[in-house]
């Protein structure tokens, strides 16, 4: 997960009408519900950065998180965990670039 987190300390205006939602379903069938913060294009590949919605009881609820937009074995377009860290801390720098401009 990234550095930047949101809540009652983020120094930043964030709205949440301004952002799409996106319904993400993990392994065990469970719909998880995200605002789509931003869209990254590093180094040809897409990511995507989103943070949760309506997860209170989760300490980690109030920090945005970066999927890499894949394909499965089908073809069919989904979004995965970065495994490598290298790569992860590319995109992170890169949001957080934008995020300062």
């Not at 205006?13 to 913060?37: P, R, Y």
């Not at 989103?50 to 980690?60: H, K, S």
């Not at 890499?68 to 992170?92: F, Q, R, T």
């Amino acid at each position: 997960m990234t550095e930047h987190t949101h809540g009652p300390n983020c120094d930043h205006e964030h709205d949440v009408e301004e952002f799409d939602t996106i319904i993400l379903t993990d392994d065990e069938g469970n719909d998880h519900e995200f605002l789509h913060l931003d869209t990254l294009e590093v180094e040809g590949s897409t990511y995507f950065v989103l943070m949760p919605i309506g997860a209170e009881e989760d300490e980690e609820a109030d920090e945005a998180i970066i999927l890499k937009l894949g394909k499965d074995a089908e073809g069919n377009e989904m979004l995965l965990d970065i495994e490598d860290d290298e790569e992860w801390e590319k995109v992170a720098d890169a949001w957080e670039s934008m995020e300062e401009e």
